[in-house]
Protein backbone atom coordinates (compact mmCIF):
# COMPACT_ATOMS: atom_id res chain seq x y z
CA UNK A 1 0.00 0.00 0.00
CA UNK A 2 2.82 2.67 0.82
CA UNK A 3 4.53 1.58 -2.31
CA UNK A 4 1.12 2.54 -3.98
CA UNK A 5 1.25 5.93 -2.76
CA UNK A 6 5.12 6.80 -2.99
CA UNK A 7 4.35 6.00 -6.69
CA UNK A 8 0.98 7.95 -6.68
CA UNK A 9 3.05 11.04 -5.33
CA UNK A 10 6.07 10.44 -8.15
CA UNK A 11 3.49 10.35 -10.84
CA UNK A 12 1.92 13.37 -9.44
CA UNK A 13 4.95 15.87 -9.02
CA UNK A 14 6.36 14.69 -12.19
CA UNK A 15 2.96 16.17 -13.82
CA UNK A 16 3.72 19.44 -12.46
CA UNK A 17 6.82 19.39 -13.40
CA UNK A 18 8.76 18.99 -10.34
CA UNK A 19 11.67 15.95 -9.52
CA UNK A 20 11.75 14.88 -5.90
CA UNK A 21 14.50 13.95 -3.57
CA UNK A 22 14.17 10.59 -1.34
CA UNK A 23 13.90 12.80 2.06
CA UNK A 24 11.19 15.24 0.54
CA UNK A 25 9.32 12.22 -0.79
CA UNK A 26 9.27 10.46 2.74
CA UNK A 27 8.05 14.15 4.53
CA UNK A 28 5.10 13.92 1.66
CA UNK A 29 4.71 10.40 3.02
CA UNK A 30 4.35 11.45 6.74
CA UNK A 31 2.33 14.17 5.51
CA UNK A 32 -0.42 11.87 3.77
CA UNK A 33 -0.52 8.69 6.04
CA UNK A 34 -2.23 11.69 8.46
CA UNK A 35 -5.34 11.38 6.39
CA UNK A 36 -5.66 7.49 5.09
CA UNK A 37 -9.02 7.88 3.48
CA UNK A 38 -8.56 10.99 1.66
CA UNK A 39 -4.94 10.49 -0.05
CA UNK A 40 -5.43 11.68 -3.13
CA UNK A 41 -7.00 15.09 -1.88
CA UNK A 42 -4.04 15.30 0.71
CA UNK A 43 -1.39 14.95 -1.90
CA UNK A 44 -3.50 17.22 -4.04
CA UNK A 45 -3.29 20.14 -1.59
CA UNK A 46 0.11 19.51 -1.00
CA UNK A 47 1.14 20.42 -4.62
CA UNK A 48 -1.44 22.90 -4.81
CA UNK A 49 0.27 25.11 -1.94
CA UNK A 50 3.73 23.99 -3.65
CA UNK A 51 2.77 25.93 -6.40
CA UNK A 52 1.79 29.21 -4.50
CA UNK A 53 5.41 28.74 -2.85
CA UNK A 54 8.34 30.83 -4.78
CA UNK A 55 10.89 27.91 -4.62
CA UNK A 56 14.33 27.87 -5.80
CA UNK A 57 14.43 24.97 -8.11
CA UNK A 58 12.05 22.57 -9.57
CA UNK A 59 13.54 19.48 -7.64
CA UNK A 60 11.79 19.79 -4.44
CA UNK A 61 13.72 18.25 -1.00
CA UNK A 62 12.85 18.01 3.01
CA UNK A 63 13.37 21.56 3.68
CA UNK A 64 10.45 22.60 1.15
CA UNK A 65 7.74 20.14 1.76
CA UNK A 66 8.07 20.86 5.53
CA UNK A 67 7.52 24.96 4.93
CA UNK A 68 4.66 23.48 3.58
CA UNK A 69 3.04 21.00 5.70
CA UNK A 70 4.12 23.41 8.92
CA UNK A 71 1.78 26.02 6.79
CA UNK A 72 -1.07 23.58 6.59
CA UNK A 73 -0.86 22.03 9.80
CA UNK A 74 -0.85 25.44 11.85
CA UNK A 75 -3.90 26.67 9.26
CA UNK A 76 -5.92 23.49 10.65
CA UNK A 77 -4.83 24.41 14.52
CA UNK A 78 -6.01 28.01 13.73
CA UNK A 79 -9.23 26.37 12.25
CA UNK A 80 -10.12 24.05 15.23
CA UNK A 81 -9.03 26.46 17.67
CA UNK A 82 -11.22 29.33 16.53
CA UNK A 83 -15.19 28.45 16.89
CA UNK A 84 -16.02 31.45 14.74
CA UNK A 85 -14.24 30.76 11.71
CA UNK A 86 -14.59 27.09 11.78
CA UNK A 87 -17.52 25.71 9.54
CA UNK A 88 -20.41 24.34 11.02
CA UNK A 89 -20.88 21.13 11.85
CA UNK A 90 -24.66 20.90 10.79
CA UNK A 91 -25.80 22.69 8.20
CA UNK A 92 -29.94 22.54 7.00
CA UNK A 93 -31.43 23.31 3.64
CA UNK A 94 -34.62 24.72 2.87
CA UNK A 95 -35.84 22.96 -0.41
CA UNK A 96 -36.61 25.94 -1.93
CA UNK A 97 -32.76 27.80 -1.47
CA UNK A 98 -31.83 24.52 -3.60
CA UNK A 99 -29.96 25.72 -7.19
CA UNK A 100 -31.43 24.79 -9.85
CA UNK A 101 -29.78 22.88 -12.51
CA UNK A 102 -30.43 21.94 -16.16
CA UNK A 103 -28.40 19.77 -18.94
CA UNK A 104 -27.61 20.93 -21.89
CA UNK A 105 -27.45 17.69 -24.35
CA UNK A 106 -25.65 19.96 -26.78
CA UNK A 107 -22.97 21.17 -25.32
CA UNK A 108 -22.88 18.17 -22.86
CA UNK A 109 -22.48 20.19 -19.79
CA UNK A 110 -24.93 21.40 -16.73
CA UNK A 111 -25.78 25.11 -16.59
CA UNK A 112 -27.51 26.97 -13.60
CA UNK A 113 -30.54 28.50 -13.63
CA UNK A 114 -30.57 32.04 -13.47
CA UNK A 115 -33.43 34.42 -12.04
CA UNK A 116 -36.42 33.98 -9.66
CA UNK A 117 -38.84 30.86 -10.01
CA UNK A 118 -42.58 31.42 -9.80
CA UNK A 119 -44.35 28.99 -8.18
CA UNK A 120 -46.94 29.40 -10.61
CA UNK A 121 -45.48 28.01 -13.61
CA UNK A 122 -46.22 28.14 -17.33
CA UNK A 123 -47.38 25.71 -18.86
CA UNK A 124 -44.43 25.02 -20.96
CA UNK A 125 -42.61 24.57 -17.05
CA UNK A 126 -44.42 21.45 -17.00
CA UNK A 127 -42.82 19.88 -20.07
CA UNK A 128 -39.79 21.10 -19.14
CA UNK A 129 -40.33 18.56 -15.63
CA UNK A 130 -40.18 15.88 -17.69
CA UNK A 131 -37.60 17.01 -20.09
CA UNK A 132 -35.09 17.55 -17.04
CA UNK A 133 -35.78 14.18 -15.52
CA UNK A 134 -34.77 12.88 -18.80
CA UNK A 135 -32.07 14.61 -19.39
CA UNK A 136 -30.57 14.10 -15.99
CA UNK A 137 -30.81 10.10 -16.68
CA UNK A 138 -29.68 10.61 -19.74
CA UNK A 139 -26.07 12.20 -19.07
CA UNK A 140 -25.72 9.55 -16.46
CA UNK A 141 -26.52 6.16 -18.87
CA UNK A 142 -24.31 7.79 -21.25
CA UNK A 143 -21.35 7.33 -19.61
CA UNK A 144 -22.36 3.97 -18.34
CA UNK A 145 -19.83 1.07 -19.55
CA UNK A 146 -23.00 -0.94 -21.25
CA UNK A 147 -24.15 1.92 -22.86
CA UNK A 148 -21.21 3.41 -24.30
CA UNK A 149 -20.55 3.85 -28.13
CA UNK A 150 -17.28 1.46 -29.20
CA UNK A 151 -14.78 3.53 -30.78
CA UNK A 152 -14.29 1.73 -33.63
CA UNK A 153 -16.71 -1.02 -35.48
CA UNK A 154 -16.30 -4.34 -33.34
CA UNK A 155 -18.24 -7.58 -34.15
CA UNK A 156 -21.65 -7.48 -32.40
CA UNK A 157 -21.35 -10.72 -31.09
CA UNK A 158 -18.34 -10.12 -28.95
CA UNK A 159 -18.65 -6.53 -27.70
CA UNK A 160 -20.91 -5.94 -24.47
CA UNK A 161 -22.14 -2.40 -25.56
CA UNK A 162 -25.85 -2.00 -25.38
CA UNK A 163 -26.46 0.84 -27.75
CA UNK A 164 -29.17 2.94 -26.70
CA UNK A 165 -31.51 4.12 -30.10
CA UNK A 166 -34.47 6.67 -30.50
CA UNK A 167 -37.94 5.82 -30.08
CA UNK A 168 -38.67 7.74 -33.73
CA UNK A 169 -35.55 5.55 -35.36
CA UNK A 170 -37.78 2.43 -34.16
CA UNK A 171 -40.21 2.85 -36.94
CA UNK A 172 -39.67 0.19 -39.51
CA UNK A 173 -36.30 -1.50 -37.87
CA UNK A 174 -36.39 -5.26 -37.64
CA UNK A 175 -34.48 -7.59 -34.43
CA UNK A 176 -33.47 -6.07 -30.85
CA UNK A 177 -33.28 -2.59 -29.80
CA UNK A 178 -32.67 -0.80 -26.40
CA UNK A 179 -34.68 2.13 -26.17
CA UNK A 180 -35.03 4.65 -22.69
CA UNK A 181 -37.77 6.48 -22.00
CA UNK A 182 -40.89 7.24 -19.87
CA UNK A 183 -43.90 5.29 -19.20
CA UNK A 184 -46.77 7.33 -20.09
CA UNK A 185 -50.50 6.97 -20.39
CA UNK A 186 -51.43 8.82 -23.51
CA UNK A 187 -54.54 7.01 -23.59
CA UNK A 188 -57.01 5.24 -21.46
CA UNK A 189 -55.30 1.49 -20.65
CA UNK A 190 -52.68 2.34 -23.14
CA UNK A 191 -49.25 2.78 -22.07
CA UNK A 192 -46.62 4.40 -23.72
CA UNK A 193 -42.62 4.64 -23.64
CA UNK A 194 -41.69 8.50 -24.21
CA UNK A 195 -38.04 10.01 -25.39
CA UNK A 196 -37.58 13.32 -26.93
CA UNK A 197 -38.23 12.43 -30.51
CA UNK A 198 -41.83 9.97 -30.27
CA UNK A 199 -44.14 7.70 -28.51
CA UNK A 200 -44.39 4.27 -29.04
CA UNK A 201 -47.43 1.71 -27.35
CA UNK A 202 -45.30 -0.75 -25.15
CA UNK A 203 -46.30 -4.34 -23.88
CA UNK A 204 -44.58 -5.36 -21.01
CA UNK A 205 -46.75 -8.82 -20.83
CA UNK A 206 -43.36 -10.71 -22.06
CA UNK A 207 -41.21 -8.37 -20.11
CA UNK A 208 -38.56 -9.40 -17.16
CA UNK A 209 -38.04 -6.88 -14.89
CA UNK A 210 -35.29 -5.95 -12.50
CA UNK A 211 -35.98 -4.93 -8.96
CA UNK A 212 -38.06 -1.72 -7.98
CA UNK A 213 -41.62 -0.50 -8.57
CA UNK A 214 -42.39 0.54 -12.50
CA UNK A 215 -44.68 3.29 -12.20
CA UNK A 216 -46.70 5.14 -15.01
CA UNK A 217 -43.52 8.40 -14.77
CA UNK A 218 -40.99 6.24 -14.00
CA UNK A 219 -37.89 6.50 -16.35
CA UNK A 220 -37.10 2.86 -17.92
CA UNK A 221 -34.21 1.09 -20.32
CA UNK A 222 -35.71 -1.29 -22.19
CA UNK A 223 -35.10 -4.27 -24.79
CA UNK A 224 -37.32 -5.18 -27.02
CA UNK A 225 -38.50 -5.28 -30.71
CA UNK A 226 -41.54 -3.75 -32.92
CA UNK A 227 -43.91 -5.61 -33.97
CA UNK A 228 -46.14 -5.41 -37.03
CA UNK A 229 -48.73 -4.05 -35.14
CA UNK A 230 -46.37 -1.10 -34.36
CA UNK A 231 -46.03 -1.86 -30.54
CA UNK A 232 -42.79 -2.56 -28.89
CA UNK A 233 -42.64 -5.88 -27.54
CA UNK A 234 -40.56 -5.33 -24.20
CA UNK A 235 -38.44 -8.53 -23.33
CA UNK A 236 -36.32 -6.94 -20.40
CA UNK A 237 -36.34 -3.86 -18.59
CA UNK A 238 -34.91 -2.12 -15.56
CA UNK A 239 -34.36 1.43 -14.43
CA UNK A 240 -31.09 3.51 -15.77
CA UNK A 241 -28.04 2.34 -13.89
CA UNK A 242 -26.50 3.69 -11.17
CA UNK A 243 -23.47 5.77 -11.31
CA UNK A 244 -20.70 5.97 -8.07
CA UNK A 245 -21.47 9.18 -6.51
CA UNK A 246 -17.69 10.12 -7.11
CA UNK A 247 -18.10 9.96 -10.78
CA UNK A 248 -20.91 12.09 -10.56
CA UNK A 249 -19.07 14.93 -8.59
CA UNK A 250 -15.97 15.05 -10.91
CA UNK A 251 -18.11 15.78 -14.24
CA UNK A 252 -20.28 18.28 -12.34
CA UNK A 253 -17.07 20.38 -12.28
CA UNK A 254 -17.70 22.34 -8.74
CA UNK A 255 -21.41 22.72 -9.40
CA UNK A 256 -23.58 23.24 -6.24
CA UNK A 257 -26.42 20.67 -6.69
CA UNK A 258 -27.07 20.11 -2.74
CA UNK A 259 -27.51 24.19 -1.97
CA UNK A 260 -24.71 24.18 0.96
CA UNK A 261 -22.05 26.01 -1.38
CA UNK A 262 -18.67 24.53 -2.69
CA UNK A 263 -15.52 23.45 -0.88
CA UNK A 264 -12.01 23.65 -1.95
CA UNK A 265 -10.27 20.90 -1.73
CA UNK A 266 -8.58 22.02 2.01
CA UNK A 267 -11.51 22.55 3.39
CA UNK A 268 -13.09 18.89 1.83
CA UNK A 269 -9.96 17.40 3.63
CA UNK A 270 -10.51 19.37 6.67
CA UNK A 271 -13.91 18.78 7.30
CA UNK A 272 -13.15 15.09 6.42
CA UNK A 273 -11.26 14.51 9.18
CA UNK A 274 -13.44 16.67 11.67
CA UNK A 275 -16.01 14.44 10.71
CA UNK A 276 -13.97 11.38 11.05
CA UNK A 277 -13.58 12.17 14.90
CA UNK A 278 -17.24 13.13 15.78
CA UNK A 279 -18.12 9.47 16.91
CA UNK A 280 -19.98 10.71 19.64
CA UNK A 281 -22.33 12.90 17.59
CA UNK A 282 -25.69 11.19 17.44
CA UNK A 283 -29.08 12.37 15.54
CA UNK A 284 -32.43 11.16 16.87
CA UNK A 285 -35.44 11.12 14.28
CA UNK A 286 -38.93 10.67 15.27
CA UNK A 287 -42.12 10.66 12.76
CA UNK A 288 -45.81 11.72 13.55
CA UNK A 289 -45.25 13.27 16.73
CA UNK A 290 -49.36 13.95 17.29
CA UNK A 291 -49.24 16.84 19.93
CA UNK A 292 -53.10 16.78 20.58
CA UNK A 293 -52.81 12.97 21.86
CA UNK A 294 -51.97 13.07 25.69
CA UNK A 295 -50.55 9.48 25.17
CA UNK A 296 -47.70 10.32 22.47
CA UNK A 297 -46.56 13.68 24.65
CA UNK A 298 -46.29 11.30 27.38
CA UNK A 299 -44.07 9.04 25.40
CA UNK A 300 -41.76 12.50 24.06
CA UNK A 301 -41.53 13.19 27.46
CA UNK A 302 -39.92 9.35 28.29
CA UNK A 303 -37.63 9.93 25.07
CA UNK A 304 -36.23 13.63 26.45
CA UNK A 305 -35.89 12.24 29.53
CA UNK A 306 -33.96 9.48 28.78
CA UNK A 307 -31.29 11.37 26.30
CA UNK A 308 -31.01 14.49 28.95
CA UNK A 309 -29.96 11.52 30.95
CA UNK A 310 -26.95 10.20 28.52
CA UNK A 311 -22.88 11.64 28.93
CA UNK A 312 -23.53 13.14 25.37
CA UNK A 313 -26.68 14.26 24.44
CA UNK A 314 -27.58 14.12 20.47
CA UNK A 315 -26.33 16.83 18.14
CA UNK A 316 -29.77 17.19 16.23
CA UNK A 317 -33.57 16.11 16.81
CA UNK A 318 -35.35 15.52 14.08
CA UNK A 319 -39.01 15.76 14.42
CA UNK A 320 -41.37 15.09 11.45
CA UNK A 321 -44.94 16.01 11.29
CA UNK A 322 -47.65 15.09 11.13
CA UNK A 323 -48.40 17.18 14.32
CA UNK A 324 -51.80 16.81 14.54
CA UNK A 325 -53.47 13.60 14.76
CA UNK A 326 -56.12 14.93 12.26
CA UNK A 327 -55.55 16.29 8.45
CA UNK A 328 -55.03 19.97 8.82
CA UNK A 329 -57.72 20.74 6.14
CA UNK A 330 -60.59 23.03 5.04
CA UNK A 331 -62.19 21.13 7.70
CA UNK A 332 -59.81 21.57 10.45
CA UNK A 333 -60.52 24.63 12.65
CA UNK A 334 -58.22 24.03 15.96
CA UNK A 335 -55.32 26.24 14.89
CA UNK A 336 -55.67 28.09 18.03
CA UNK A 337 -55.42 24.71 20.09
CA UNK A 338 -52.78 23.38 17.59
CA UNK A 339 -50.70 26.69 17.94
CA UNK A 340 -51.02 26.42 21.79
CA UNK A 341 -49.89 22.40 21.78
CA UNK A 342 -46.53 23.62 20.44
CA UNK A 343 -46.18 25.94 23.16
CA UNK A 344 -46.27 22.80 25.50
CA UNK A 345 -43.63 20.83 23.49
CA UNK A 346 -41.40 24.04 23.74
CA UNK A 347 -41.86 24.39 27.65
CA UNK A 348 -41.34 20.41 27.70
CA UNK A 349 -38.06 20.76 25.83
CA UNK A 350 -37.36 23.64 27.96
CA UNK A 351 -37.22 22.00 31.26
CA UNK A 352 -34.37 19.80 29.60
CA UNK A 353 -31.43 22.47 29.76
CA UNK A 354 -28.81 20.26 28.45
CA UNK A 355 -30.72 19.49 25.44
CA UNK A 356 -32.19 23.02 25.19
CA UNK A 357 -28.79 24.45 24.89
CA UNK A 358 -26.78 21.88 23.42
CA UNK A 359 -28.67 19.89 20.94
CA UNK A 360 -30.68 21.47 17.41
CA UNK A 361 -34.33 21.06 17.11
CA UNK A 362 -35.34 20.37 13.49
CA UNK A 363 -38.93 20.59 12.50
CA UNK A 364 -40.23 18.92 9.11
CA UNK A 365 -44.19 19.28 8.30
CA UNK A 366 -46.28 16.20 7.28
CA UNK A 367 -48.48 15.33 4.58
CA UNK A 368 -51.47 16.71 6.40
CA UNK A 369 -49.91 19.25 8.54
CA UNK A 370 -50.74 22.71 8.05
CA UNK A 371 -49.82 24.38 4.61
CA UNK A 372 -51.20 26.17 1.46
CA UNK A 373 -52.09 22.36 -0.19
CA UNK A 374 -50.57 18.93 -0.49
CA UNK A 375 -48.43 19.74 -3.19
CA UNK A 376 -44.44 18.83 -2.84
CA UNK A 377 -42.22 20.62 -2.15
CA UNK A 378 -43.84 22.09 0.99
CA UNK A 379 -42.92 24.90 2.89
CA UNK A 380 -42.07 25.14 6.59
CA UNK A 381 -44.67 24.84 9.32
CA UNK A 382 -46.08 28.82 9.70
CA UNK A 383 -45.09 30.89 12.48
CA UNK A 384 -48.34 31.55 13.68
CA UNK A 385 -48.05 28.20 14.77
CA UNK A 386 -44.66 28.12 15.96
CA UNK A 387 -43.79 31.25 17.41
CA UNK A 388 -44.81 29.79 20.41
CA UNK A 389 -42.05 27.24 20.64
CA UNK A 390 -39.71 29.23 19.24
CA UNK A 391 -39.34 30.91 22.39
CA UNK A 392 -38.94 28.43 24.53
CA UNK A 393 -36.23 27.12 21.83
CA UNK A 394 -34.49 29.67 20.32
CA UNK A 395 -32.46 27.02 18.10
CA UNK A 396 -35.32 25.72 16.54
CA UNK A 397 -35.00 24.62 12.95
CA UNK A 398 -38.27 25.17 10.96
CA UNK A 399 -37.47 23.67 7.22
CA UNK A 400 -39.34 22.57 4.19
CA UNK A 401 -40.29 18.86 3.04
CA UNK A 402 -38.11 17.45 1.73
CA UNK A 403 -35.14 19.33 3.40
CA UNK A 404 -31.49 18.81 2.93
CA UNK A 405 -29.06 18.53 6.24
CA UNK A 406 -25.27 18.49 5.26
CA UNK A 407 -23.11 17.12 8.48
CA UNK A 408 -19.31 18.20 7.59
CA UNK A 409 -18.99 16.33 4.24
CA UNK A 410 -22.15 14.12 4.89
CA UNK A 411 -25.49 14.42 2.33
CA UNK A 412 -28.32 13.57 4.15
CA UNK A 413 -32.26 14.10 2.77
CA UNK A 414 -35.25 14.18 4.83
CA UNK A 415 -38.46 13.11 3.54
CA UNK A 416 -41.54 12.49 5.09
CA UNK A 417 -44.46 11.33 3.19
CA UNK A 418 -46.70 7.87 3.15
CA UNK A 419 -44.56 6.76 0.02
CA UNK A 420 -44.18 2.97 0.51
CA UNK A 421 -48.27 2.35 -0.04
CA UNK A 422 -48.68 5.20 -2.72
CA UNK A 423 -45.46 3.49 -5.26
CA UNK A 424 -46.89 -0.27 -3.99
CA UNK A 425 -50.42 0.94 -5.42
CA UNK A 426 -49.35 2.21 -8.52
CA UNK A 427 -47.76 -0.65 -10.16
CA UNK A 428 -48.53 -1.22 -13.63
CA UNK A 429 -46.27 -4.20 -12.86
CA UNK A 430 -46.37 -6.99 -10.25
CA UNK A 431 -42.58 -6.00 -8.49
CA UNK A 432 -40.07 -8.70 -9.48
CA UNK A 433 -39.26 -10.97 -6.15
CA UNK A 434 -36.18 -12.56 -7.60
CA UNK A 435 -33.74 -10.27 -6.01
CA UNK A 436 -36.03 -9.57 -3.19
CA UNK A 437 -39.71 -9.53 -1.62
CA UNK A 438 -38.76 -6.40 0.88
CA UNK A 439 -41.09 -3.69 -0.55
CA UNK A 440 -38.93 -1.29 1.32
CA UNK A 441 -36.17 -2.44 -0.79
CA UNK A 442 -37.81 -2.38 -4.24
CA UNK A 443 -38.54 1.68 -2.91
CA UNK A 444 -34.83 2.43 -2.16
CA UNK A 445 -34.18 1.01 -5.56
CA UNK A 446 -36.32 2.76 -7.10
CA UNK A 447 -35.68 6.51 -5.57
CA UNK A 448 -32.33 5.58 -6.40
CA UNK A 449 -32.16 4.79 -9.65
CA UNK A 450 -34.67 7.29 -10.46
CA UNK A 451 -32.13 10.14 -8.90
CA UNK A 452 -36.66 11.44 -7.56
CA UNK A 453 -37.98 10.85 -3.94
CA UNK A 454 -41.22 10.71 -5.65
CA UNK A 455 -41.26 9.44 -8.77
CA UNK A 456 -45.52 9.54 -8.69
CA UNK A 457 -47.54 10.45 -11.44
CA UNK A 458 -48.48 14.33 -10.67
CA UNK A 459 -51.99 12.83 -10.48
CA UNK A 460 -51.55 11.07 -7.51
CA UNK A 461 -48.95 13.56 -5.83
CA UNK A 462 -48.42 17.12 -7.74
CA UNK A 463 -45.13 18.75 -7.50
CA UNK A 464 -44.70 22.61 -8.12
CA UNK A 465 -43.19 22.15 -11.75
CA UNK A 466 -40.61 24.63 -11.22
CA UNK A 467 -38.78 23.11 -8.09
CA UNK A 468 -39.09 19.15 -9.27
CA UNK A 469 -35.30 19.50 -8.93
CA UNK A 470 -35.80 20.12 -5.15
CA UNK A 471 -36.49 16.52 -4.95
CA UNK A 472 -33.59 15.20 -6.84
CA UNK A 473 -31.32 12.43 -5.83
CA UNK A 474 -28.30 13.69 -7.86
CA UNK A 475 -25.47 12.91 -6.78
CA UNK A 476 -26.64 10.18 -5.05
CA UNK A 477 -27.00 11.57 -1.10
CA UNK A 478 -25.06 9.52 1.49
CA UNK A 479 -28.24 9.22 3.60
CA UNK A 480 -31.95 9.25 2.92
CA UNK A 481 -34.55 9.58 5.65
CA UNK A 482 -37.92 8.33 4.50
CA UNK A 483 -40.28 8.91 7.25
CA UNK A 484 -43.64 6.91 6.38
CA UNK A 485 -46.12 5.26 8.47
CA UNK A 486 -44.85 1.71 7.47
CA UNK A 487 -43.34 -0.03 10.23
CA UNK A 488 -39.40 0.60 10.71
CA UNK A 489 -36.68 -0.84 8.10
CA UNK A 490 -33.09 0.15 6.79
CA UNK A 491 -31.49 -0.64 3.60
CA UNK A 492 -27.89 -0.01 2.79
CA UNK A 493 -28.41 -0.53 -1.09
CA UNK A 494 -25.38 0.56 -3.51
CA UNK A 495 -23.57 2.49 -0.65
CA UNK A 496 -26.63 4.55 0.22
CA UNK A 497 -27.83 4.34 4.02
CA UNK A 498 -31.55 4.18 3.54
CA UNK A 499 -33.91 4.05 6.39
CA UNK A 500 -37.57 4.33 7.70
CA UNK A 501 -37.70 5.49 11.41
CA UNK A 502 -41.35 4.10 11.90
CA UNK A 503 -44.60 5.53 13.10
CA UNK A 504 -43.68 7.50 16.90
CA UNK A 505 -47.59 7.95 17.25
CA UNK A 506 -48.46 4.45 15.96
CA UNK A 507 -46.51 1.93 17.64
CA UNK A 508 -43.54 4.10 19.46
CA UNK A 509 -40.48 3.56 17.34
CA UNK A 510 -38.15 6.02 16.21
CA UNK A 511 -34.25 6.07 15.28
CA UNK A 512 -30.88 7.05 16.66
CA UNK A 513 -28.18 7.82 13.50
CA UNK A 514 -24.79 8.08 14.17
CA UNK A 515 -23.50 9.95 11.01
CA UNK A 516 -19.83 9.58 11.25
CA UNK A 517 -20.05 5.50 10.66
CA UNK A 518 -23.49 5.78 8.94
CA UNK A 519 -24.90 3.22 11.89
CA UNK A 520 -28.57 3.02 12.13
CA UNK A 521 -30.10 2.08 15.57
CA UNK A 522 -33.79 1.27 16.02
CA UNK A 523 -35.24 1.83 19.02
CA UNK A 524 -38.69 2.00 20.47
CA UNK A 525 -40.78 2.46 24.02
Known amino acids: MRGQTRKKIQKKLKIRGYSLK ?53 AEAAEEESPSSSHSSI ?29 HGEASAKAALYRDRLLLLFQRVSRDQHFIKPAFDTDVDTSPSCQLSTIQSLVGQRGRR ?22 VEIDFSKAKITTGFFTENTIIVAEGEMLSEGIFQVITCGFPPLENRDKSLKVLAGHDFFGCGTLTKEETLRLADLEKRAVNDMFVILSDIWLDNEQVMEKLETV ?18 DFCSHPCNLSFHSFSSLRSQFGKL ?39 LTEE ?57 TISHQSHLCPLPLFVQPIIWNYDHCLHLYPTPHTIVLGDRSEQKAFKYTGITCFNPGSFSDDSTFVAYRPCTQEVEFSAL
Open 91 to 119: RVVDAFLIPKFRYDPIKKHFFQHAGSLPI
Open 22 to 74: TDGLDEILSFVNRFQDAEDEAIDLLLDQLDHQSLKSSIIDKESVHQVVSLLLD
Open 304 to 321: LNGFENVEIVPSLFVFMG
Open 178 to 199: WVMGVISQLEDGHFYLEDLTAA
Open 389 to 445: LQKHVPNAIFSSNPCRVKFYTQEMVFFRQDLLYRMRRSCLIPPSTEETDDPFEHLVA
Open 346 to 384: GQMIEAHPRLKEQSKFLFIPGPNDTGPSTVLPRCALPKY
